[in-house]
């Protein structure tokens, strides 16, 4: 994958890299933060739980910032460790200090609730736009039935799939 920027970015593209670059960012810090608790949770289950949830985000994280990659052409270890600080742009609840347990529970809570409204919107956008493209791909071929050419089409469509 090129790592070279395009040339010029439309405005959508700016706005996603933005958006993408704030997303990577909440999760690496959450993910920073969660982890200054190994070896020092109250019990053992929920120090590697809270370990587990960081390499999670960890993970999460350069997700985002892979995704980001093809916008701006810049790898995530690019993005992650030669910008200063003024070029971060997580949510501030992710960058304070761990505090006690009940503050991280309660961060981790809220983040949680967060990312799971914000997942849970794109996936019901997404899967009402594959429904509306499979409903009209489907009448689509049922359309094109009517000459023995469309036809033929139809029935090599399959093969050709399994081809590629």
Do not use: C
């Amino acid at each position: 994958m090129s790592t070279e920027a395009p040339a010029a970015m439309s405005l959508t593209d700016t706005a996603l890299a933005a958006r993408l670059l704030a997303l990577g960012d909440d999760e690496l810090l959450l993910a920073h933060r969660n982890s200054e608790w190994t070896g020092h949770a109250p019990i053992l289950e929920e120090d590697i739980g809270l370990a587990n949830l960081a390499q999670d985000d960890l993970g999460h994280a350069t997700l985002w910032y892979e995704l980001r990659q093809p916008l701006t052409g810049q790898t995530p270890d690019q993005v992650v460790f030669f910008r200063g600080p003024e070029g971060w742009r997580n949510v501030q609840l992710t960058e304070w200090p761990r505090g006690d347990w009940a503050f991280t529970m309660l961060r981790q809570y809220l983040f949680d609730a967060y990312e799971l409204a914000l997942l849970t919107r794109l996936a019901l956008v997404a899967l009402a736009k594959g429904r509306v493209h499979a409903e009209w791909h489907a009448a689509d071929g049922t359309s094109l039935g009517g000459t023995d050419v469309h036809l033929l089409g139809l029935r090599r469509a399959p093969t050709l799939v399994v081809e590629l």
